[in-house]
């Protein structure tokens, strides 16, 4: 890979103080228009004011950045994890229903699938508020 000569690579052009035209101070010491020296400039950064600190005190530290992606993962389990079993319940009640189709209305398979239905949707939500707390880690 290429390097500029300064080893910067997102400097603006500045313009000439003679003629105005604009060219890269760092890496040309005159003017192309001109040939007047210029003195590079390099540009203005604005302060980026800091950012409230939740957990450190001074600065933001490996911890924090842990702390932090574990909030993540655990939040991303717990949709997962919900999804999961929301699939898996309601395939086991699609072939119950099917079941219960072919059955003539069997009023036992049409209570398993009761059942198997309320129990999914049960299990599943507990699961996934479960895993979903544990992502307000303190």
Known sequence: MSKSKSNVWNTA???CNQCGRFYRADLISKCP???AK???TTPNI???PDIPKAFSRDETTLEDLVRA???TTHAVRAFVRFLFIQLTGLTLVFF??????ETDANGFVGFLVLVVWLGTVVWSSAAGWDELNKSNID
């Open 38 to 40: 210029n003195l590079p």
């Open 46 to 48: 604005p302060n980026i």
């Open 33 to 35: 228009g001109c040939a």
């Open 96 to 101: 119950l229903w099917n079941l219960f189709l």
């Open 13 to 15: 052009p500045v313009p």
């Open 69 to 71: 992606q574990n909030r």
